[in-house]
């Protein structure tokens, strides 16, 4: 075939595709359904192509004479689906819900495995091997078109993001499993054979691909910044990525390279992208959706063009076949979505309303990969033409009939189960939105009309609309609905703005992609969260945003133990510029919650909002505040890090502009980058972390102890002990005397006054002498903030210290008479606050 009409062919494959998405949207089908359909037409049509004009004959000619194995369509376009996939996934989410995940994705292909293959054992004289080889094939679910529709209705985003991680992670276990029983049905494993064999060469495929692709990712993620400022070259080389994760594990170690491909993804997707510009991570993921469109369509036609071809011989019998092999599999899937998904989604807290369970149940679509396999049957040498012709068979009838029965009715069954409608608070807000957009508009097109001189009349017909439009709303009223459902739903769109508020901080604020993740990932939990349980869940999820995370704790482990500074630098790092972020997008959301929600939901919603927003905003402050004392020299540094950052890239953005409306050349432009990373490399020259002080240096550095004789502060040094305390821990307080005095080493802690005011003391400062000196401390509260490292003075050993030294007992003493007096004053000013609200109440 010559070369310019294989082109011409693959040509016209693309413009095919290129009108069926479109048309797909339009008809409201899923795309899949019409790419199978006219897929298996051209299978026909390019053997009965006399009737069509040149052009489109010399085409069907070209596509009649491809000869791509199936082998081939999987390893050019399989590994692009794959990766395109795992890189757009929400790697923290997908950990978030890993359990449900992978009992959707791992256990369901097994159940669904099992299920299909004992049920169609009963029906048909062929042996279990085949017929559960005929199981794995069918396992893979295609779940695109619930995910879009779950987006339309507005499913709760864990929800869509479980059922998305199960597409993912689904096909990887599928195909090993299918890999594992094609062996066993073409007798090129050892029998006999049974669960536990099965089993062991399925885990060792899964690994052995998992721990291969995790190094393969992890080598190109080392690779890109030497490839910093070479786009092009960094998205070729996640191309070369994704099919060396495919076959180096497949060809030469024997495991699966569609787990190996898979996870590759998630290691670039996580860590790759926080290696690259915001402006070629956003030119990363633009290619791999163009590349993913074409190999999810070109593999769909491919694989549906063979559907003539595979059904030809297809039998009353193999319709039978075909029928159980739907009941099974809806089975199976029962089974897995209401006897085992409940459990788990109510360990990681996520519940799934029924109605969605059933969508998710009916909605398991079976895509191209499917197809493909099933072709790849055919050609597998070892299997006899029979038992091939059977699982084909078999598997395209099955795939055929879910894309046309399930496809077909997935929407009506949302609209029986009216996941689609408003509910009356939802209806009500609508009809707010119209109220005030309509007379907002109708007062700007009578400011146009006078300006632009428009007759009275056509402006009375403009007004007659606007007029209808707010008649037509009046049926239900936000005023009808009570404080805390119209709370609820503020707050619900507060957490859909803060979503959008962290990416344009992702593109205006120089946020990093890993930062930007970890914000998205809590804000997607708290639309979840308000939506079940409203303020509480807010709160709840606040909470969550402000936790140290498991892995800053086990890195301050090892900087205590080993002295590894970098790690923590770089966890401190991560936690100050998330502080930051949500500081400047809770500052945004108060304002949002005056200037939108006030006027759709009332002032006493809003005030509710505003009041948690400023309470948010507050203990941000205050974490960020624990940061500068509990390291203040690398806190500093951090703010002048973030600062400079975003200069940086709001000159480098200014300087885009400059280029794209022609006022500098491309020459100029390069030459101001490269001035631009020469000017601010200081950026990356990080310092070393503040060292908690030595009991010696901290005695030098303590005012209080500073003149002390050397023989005394050594003896004193002698008999100071250690104490790590955790965040928020008490340490001192009204329910928790303890009679010792205290020397911060490192971090800080905050103590409360009985004015209800804090002072917070850092590095050097003491506290606890009160106690001791048996003085009225009881109003003192002292928790820790964050993980203070705090040195400890007996109560026996101070007193001996007190006794042996006049100076330092009148110091301490001194210090002692300071803060009793602000005891007395705050006392003072509580009780004329008391006695003034006594007599307003009067």
């Not at 790419?35 to 000619?61: E, F, N, Q, R, T």
């Not at 969260?529 to 402000?546: C, H, N, Q, T």
């Not at 975003?646 to 030459?671: C, F, G, H, Q, W």
Request: negative net charge; contains cysteine; hydrophobic residues 50%.
């Amino acid at each position: 075939m010559a070369i310019n009409m294989l082109i011409f062919g693959l040509a016209g494959l693309l413009v095919l595709v290129c009108f069926l998405s479109p048309l797909a949207s339009a008809l409201r089908i899923p795309a899949t359904l019409l790419l199978s359909v006219v897929g298996a037409l051209l299978g026909y049509l390019i053997h009965v192509h006399d009737w069509a004009p040149a052009w489109l004959a010399d085409s069907l000619v070209t596509l009649q004479a491809f000869e791509i194995p199936s082998e081939t369509i999987l390893v050019v376009f399989l590994p692009v689906l794959l990766f395109e996939t795992a890189l757009n996934t929400n790697v923290r989410g997908l950990f978030n819900d890993i359990a449900p995940i992978l009992l959707l994705a791992v256990v369901a292909v097994f159940i669904c495995t099992a299920f299909v293959g004992w049920g169609v054992s009963f029906v048909s004289s062929y042996s279990l091997a085949a017929c559960l080889l005929l199981g794995a094939i069918i396992a893979t679910t295609d779940p695109a078109a619930v995910v879009s529709i779950f987006k339309e209705v507005g499913a709760p985003k864990r929800l869509t993001t479980i059922v998305e991680g199960e597409s993912l992670l689904n096909d990887a276990a599928a195909i090993a499993l299918y890999s594992v029983m094609l062996g066993v049905a073409s007798h090129s494993v050892a029998a006999p054979w049974g669960t536990g064999s099965v089993l062991v060469s399925f885990m060792e495929l899964m690994i052995g691909g998992a721990i291969s692709g995790y190094l393969i990712g992890r080598l190109a993620c080392a690779a890109l910044p030497l490839l910093r400022g070479w786009p092009t070259a960094e998205i070729s080389l996640t191309v070369a990525t994704a099919y060396i994760a495919y076959i180096i594990p497949e060809h030469y170690f024997g495991w699966s390279g569609v787990v190996s491909t898979v996870v590759a993804g998630l290691v670039v997707s996580s860590v790759g992208r926080t290696r690259m510009t915001p402006t070629t991570a956003y030119a990363l993921a633009q290619s791999w959706r163009q590349f993913g469109f074409w190999a999810s369509s070109l593999i769909f036609l491919f694989a549906a063009m063979m559907i003539p071809r595979l059904l030809a011989n297809a039998t009353w019998h193999d319709l039978l076949v075909v029928l159980v092999t739907m009941l099974a599999a809806l089975a199976a899937r029962a089974v897995t979505v209401y006897g085992l998904l409940p459990g788990l989604t109510a360990m990681v807290g996520t519940r799934v309303d029924n109605r969605y369970k059933a969508v998710i149940c009916w909605g398991g679509l079976r895509g191209a990969l499917s197809l493909a396999l099933a072709l790849s049957v055919t050609e597998h040498d070892l299997l006899s033409d029979d038992i091939s012709n059977f699982v084909a068979i078999g598997a395209t009838g099955f795939v055929l009939s879910t894309l046309v029965i399930n496809g077909l009715t997935l929407r009506p069954l949302i609209n029986f189960l009216e996941l689609n409608k408003l509910t009356p608070l939802e209806r009500a807000l609508r009809n707010q939105a119209v109220v005030i957009t309509v007379n907002d508009l109708q007062a700007e097109t009578k400011r146009i009309a006078v300006d632009e001189q428009i007759s009275r009349q056509a402006r009375a017909k403009i007004d007659d609309v606007f007029d209808a439009s707010i008649t037509s709303v009046t049926d239900t009223q936000i005023g009808q609905f009570d404080e805390q459902e119209r709370v609820r739903l503020g707050l619900s769109m507060v957490a859909n703005r803060q979503s959008e508020l962290i990416l344009v901080g992702l593109g205006e604020q120089g946020f990093d992609r890993r930062t930007a993740e970890r914000l998205l990932s809590v804000s997607e939990r708290m639309e979840d969260d308000v939506k079940a349980r409203g303020m509480a869940g807010f709160e709840k999820s606040i909470e969550r945003s402000l936790q140290y995370p498991k892995t800053f704790k086990l890195v301050l482990r090892l900087h205590q133990a080993f002295g590894l500074q970098g790690l923590l630098g770089k966890e401190l790092g991560q936690r100050f510029v998330e502080l930051v972020g949500w500081r400047w997008v809770t500052r945004r959301l108060i304002a949002f919650a005056n200037s939108q929600i006030r006027p759709m939901l009332g002032d006493s919603a809003a005030d509710t909002i505003q009041a948690a927003l400023r309470d948010r905003l507050s203990r941000v402050e205050e974490n960020m505040q624990a940061l500068r004392l509990q390291y203040p020299n690398f806190a500093e540094w951090l703010e002048q890090s973030y600062l400079g950052r975003l200069a940086r890239t709001l000159e480098r953005s200014r300087y885009r502009k400059m280029l794209e409306e022609s006022i500098i050349n491309p020459e100029v432009y390069d030459d101001l980058l490269e001035q631009l990373e020469d000017r601010w490399s200081f950026l990356d020259q990080v310092p070393p972390i503040d060292v908690e002080l030595a009991p010696e240096e901290l005695a030098h550095r303590v005012p209080l102890l500073a003149d002390l004789p050397e023989q005394t502060l050594r003896k004193l040094t002698r008999k100071l002990k250690t104490r790590l305390t955790l965040p928020n821990q008490l340490i001192q307080g009204p329910n928790k005397p303890n009679p010792s005095l205290y020397f911060v080493a490192s971090g800080a802690v905050s103590v409360l006054l009985p004015d209800a005011t804090h002072i917070e003391l850092g590095s050097g400062e003491f506290f606890g002498e009160l106690y001791l000196l048996n003085q009225d401390a009881t109003e003192f509260e002292v928790r820790s903030l964050g993980y203070t490292k705090l040195l400890e003075l007996t109560a026996k050993d101070f007193k001996s210290m007190l006794a042996n030294d006049d100076g330092l007992r009148e110091a301490i003493e001194a210090v002692a008479k300071q803060r009793l007096r602000a005891i007395e004053v705050g006392r003072a000013e509580l009780l004329n606050l008391t006695g003034a609200q006594a007599d307003s109440g009067q």
